[in-house]
């Protein structure tokens, strides 16, 4: 693969201000705004009904907003759909592919609309669909349907993709093969902007995650600043019986410390973890005669970060 970038290039691929989108009575964008970096890969992530799909549908022209302004390599999505098809790739979650057509019979087909597509066989080999050749799209597995998809929205070397959540439901292997892929993506100069619930595939992947709830980004920087600009950064873990009391435990170990029973039996200590605040955890345990397992320091995730803004798991 080599870059997509073309000589006209702009600051951002994407530019979203005031997006609104409504279902009937249903507001499911309130007013989004996001601007993503050309050249960057962004995760979206939210809890389930956010608004990411229905954000994405907008740039992507397969949905109208009902007001604010998107701009996709500074074209409308929908006035300029005709100028915007060819240099965007797009991967749905389901649907938009016949289903009687032969796999790579349809990504040859694809290949052959665009001047300069990638090389199919390697793409074939990238994504381990050599098996799939004859196979009738809707006789493919789940995940090989997922791999294919993938494999037609890169195929015309896009200057943008659209990924929605491209590894669910994929076995560890070919969701390796999928990063990989998408890496080599972003390394071409491809901008990428994916939805997902896999923290750690945001994690591993993204330059930038915006985090969606109730139809706004409510936070939108790198992984590691998300984590680093959070109350706290590190935390105590350990398993114990559950039904122990947080307001001792938090209490003993040092003011400005919280105890909170993240699962049954799972405790984490948040605030600045010291010497004194891990050896104050040991000691309350020790005085109540009970051993912390699998004690362990940890630095905040992207995970917790999620908690700390929305209230919610992300699934
Ligand atoms: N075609 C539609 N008609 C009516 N309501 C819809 C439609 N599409 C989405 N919604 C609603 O709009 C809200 C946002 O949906 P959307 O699919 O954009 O969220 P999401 O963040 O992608 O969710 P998920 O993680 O579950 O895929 C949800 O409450 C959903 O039920």
Known sequence: ????????????????????????????????????ETGSLTAVLGPNG???TSTIECCEGYRRPDAGTVRVLGLDPITEAAA?????????????????IRATEMLRHVASMYADPLD?????????????????????????????????????????VFLDEPTAGLDVQARHATWELIEQLRADGVTVVLTTHLLDEAERLADKVAIIDSGRVIAYDS???LADGTRSQDSIRFE???????TALSTAVAPGCKAV???????????????????????WCAGLGIMPRNL????????????????????
Not at 302 to 314: A, I
Request: aromatic share 4%; with cysteine.
């Open 1 to 36: 693969m080599h870059a997509a970038r073309r000589s006209s290039e702009r600051p951002y691929a994407v530019e979203i201000s005031g997006l609104v989108k409504r279902y009937g009575h249903k507001t499911a964008v309130q007013g989004l705004d996001l601007r993503v």
């Open 50 to 52: 956010a608004g990411k």
């Open 84 to 100: 915007l098809r060819p240099r965007i790739g797009v991967m749905l979650q389901s649907g938009g592919i016949y289903q009687a």
């Open 120 to 160: 199919v066989d390697a793409l074939i080999e990238r994504l381990g669909l050599d098996s799939c050749g004859r196979t009738p799209f809707r006789r493919l597995s789940g995940g090989q349907q997922q791999r294919l998809s993938l494999a037609l929205a890169v195929v015309g070397r896009p200057e943008l």
């Open 223 to 225: 992984p590691q600043r």
């Open 240 to 246: 114990a019986p559950s039904g122990m009391d947080l």
């Open 261 to 283: 029973e993240s699962a049954p039996g799972s405790y984490r200590v948040e605030g600045e973890v010291t010497p004194d605040t891990l050896a104050a955890t040991t000691a």
């Open 296 to 315: 362990a320091i940890e630095q905040r995730s992207l995970e917790d970060v999620f908690l700390d803004l929305t209230g919610r798991e992300l699934r």
